[in-house]
């Protein structure tokens, strides 16, 4: 008798759907002021965060094209899109579109994030794997390089790629007047923080799986191409967007290296450029549609990998 009531009694305990609570591992649910407490915080962050995007938009649809806003429209009468438009045939004075502003910004911003990242993720792994001699004075110095300002290191590479010149016949070119000198002086801002976000990050991954590898018979090549990297892919994508963002929205480097060809402008030259003397003659209509229009593809691209890149950033991409 008692081995049929304990047959049952387990037999109910198996049955789908059955809830069991294991001591130690439920939640105390919050009471509910403090709900909504937390709630309403919520709301207050989010309406706080949300707004100046929700005016910036508001201000791009105005058809008044106000030189100076005078109050706040949030529906302003006769919304229309002819600032979009206006703005993608050609946003400034200039001989230029868009989308060879945009070109530009998006050679800047590809070349110098994968070129950092690529370099990076080699030096990170020798910082966090290597024992060689100088390699903490080396830890330091890349240290020293990202605590500095990225304008104390404008002039010495302004100097320095001015010196890389070409004249044969009609053929003239200046590293520094380019944008291949814009990219490799963005790298050299972004190598440090590279090279310390990455090395956080793969000093995590345990040793054990190199030392197991070795063991089978794989080179130091191949346990960091077919083990190390494939693990690194998190911090490499956070390095990567991070590395991408500040590419794209580059300004200084680029105003001063370039600014004197319009051809070779990229977007923030250009949005910088429509603002008149103290914002008196700014079309500010105009200036909005080419702020969201120049915020919208890092925008998107976060938006659909934001579980790839918050998960890097969770794991220990920007650990030190």
């Known amino acids: 008798m008692a081995a049929i009531t304990d047959s049952r009694r387990f037999a109910f305990l198996r049955r789908p759907g059955a809830k069991t609570k294991v001591a130690g591992n439920e939640e105390p649910r919050l009471p509910l002021g403090r709900q909504l407490l937390l709630q309403i915080l919520c709301i207050f962050i989010g309406i706080t965060v949300l707004f100046p995007i929700v005016w910036i938009f508001s201000m791009s649809i105005d058809p008044r094209n106000f030189a100076r806003p005078d109050a706040l429209n949030l529906i302003p009468p006769g919304a229309t899109l002819d600032a979009y438009m206006k703005v993608l045939n050609r946003p400034t004075s200039n001989a230029i579109s868009f989308l060879g502003l945009a070109k530009n910004s ?35 110095a890349v240290l020293g390089v990202l605590m500095l300002p990225s304008v104390a290191t404008l002039v010495p590479l302004f100097v320095f790629l001015n010196q890389f010149k070409i004249e044969f016949g009609d053929l003239s070119f200046n590293l520094r007047a380019s944008l291949i000198g814009v990219s490799l ?20 991954i345990p040793k054990d799986l190199e030392e197991a590898a070795v063991v089978d018979g794989a080179s130091r090549n191949q346990v960091f191409l077919k083990i190390i990297l494939p693990l690194a892919i998190p ?10 963002l500040g590419g794209w929205t580059e300004y200084l480097t ?67």
């Open 106 to 140: 998006l050679f800047i911003a590809i070349s110098s994030s994968a070129i950092a990242v690529g370099i990076g993720v080699t030096a990170a792994y020798a910082f966090a794997r290597l024992r060689f001699p100088g390699r903490g004075a080396l830890m330091i």
């Open 185 to 204: 002086a963005v790298i050299s801002s972004q190598l440090p923080f590279a090279i310390w976000n990455l090395k956080g990050y793969l000093d995590t």
């Open 235 to 244: 911090a490499v994508a956070v390095t990567g967007f991070l590395g991408f």
């Open 254 to 320: 680029t105003y001063y290296f370039i600014g004197a060809n319009p051809q070779n402008w990229t977007l923030s030259i250009a949005l910088n450029s429509m603002v008149g003397d103290f914002a008196r003659t700014t079309t500010w209509s105009e200036f909005a549609a080419f702020a969201i229009l120049f915020a919208l593809p890092v925008s998107l691209v976060f938006f659909f990998f934001q579980r790839y890149l918050v998960g890097g950033l969770a794991v220990g991409g920007v650990k030190g």
